[in-house]
């Protein structure tokens, strides 16, 4: 079956420690995103990217890290320059080639302790 | 720059009792309107794309439809199993940016 995996589900953060947060999908999309949650918030972009090797900055870059070796893998790295960095992080990859298709993963929580 | 604003933030509706969660947008050059379910501790799931102003999709209770300014999620006698937040989000005429709204919490009582 064809869809975003992410991994791990938790994730425990100890201060001054970075943290890596796997997404991979097989649904061959060439988009894929990182955004953040925070309770009773919206989404907010961390990065995204278009194509393999390349990527750009969202709205609250800061204190993160990306890299896109893989059309099918985009990891996501929490620095420990993120000074609050407690949240739920949801990776989304997007076809856009004749329809449409945006489809999320089941997140990763991150905490930090 | 883009916006996407979903109103209202929370909707309590009894069982069986209908009703429209609205999400206004500026997005430029839309190349697609999406509507998700999101479930507590969960990823979104997809429920809609749509494309141009007048249309509609369906799916059970659920359906949404676009206007030039706007795009509702109607919900036809619902049921306590519909209770999750419902995200709507704008895809820009580049088709490198998904903008979120703030999300409708929904809960429906038995």
């Known amino acids: 079956d064809g869809g975003i995996t992410q991994s791990p589900k938790y994730l425990f953060r100890k201060e001054g420690q970075n943290v890596t947060l796997s997404c991979e999908q097989n649904?061959?999309?060439?988009?894929m995103y990182w955004y953040r949650q925070d309770p009773g918030q919206g989404l907010r972009l961390i990065y995204y990217?278009?194509?393999?090797?390349?990527?750009q900055k969202g709205d609250i870059a800061e204190g993160y890290s990306v890299s896109r070796e893989k059309k099918e893998s985009f990891p996501l790295t929490v620095t420990s320059a993120q000074k609050n960095p407690t949240a739920f992080y949801l990776c989304?990859?997007?076809?856009?080639?004749?329809?449409?298709?945006?489809?999320f993963g089941q997140g990763t929580r991150l905490t930090v302790v | 720059e883009d916006q996407v604003t979903q109103s209202p933030e929370a909707l309590r509706l009894q069982e069986g009792e209908s009703s429209s969660l609205n999400c206004s947008y500026t997005v430029s050059g839309l190349r697609g309107l999406f509507w998700y379910r999101q479930d507590p501790g969960k990823g979104p799931e997809f429920l809609f794309t749509?494309?141009?102003a007048g249309e509609e999709k369906e799916k059970e209770r659920l359906k949404a439809t676009l206007t030039k300014k706007e795009s509702f999620l109607h919900i036809t006698a619902p049921k306590p199993e519909d209770s999750a937040t419902y995200l709507c989000?704008?895809?820009?005429?580049?088709?490198?940016?998904?903008?979120f709204g703030g999300g409708t919490r929904l809960m429906v009582k038995p």
């Open positions: 749509l494309y141009s």
């Open positions: 649904l061959n999309h060439d988009a």
């Open positions: 989000a704008g895809l820009n005429n580049a088709g490198n940016m998904l903008t």
């Open positions: 989304a990859s997007i076809l856009d080639r004749g329809g449409t298709e945006a489809f």
């Open positions: 990217s278009q194509i393999v090797n390349d990527f």
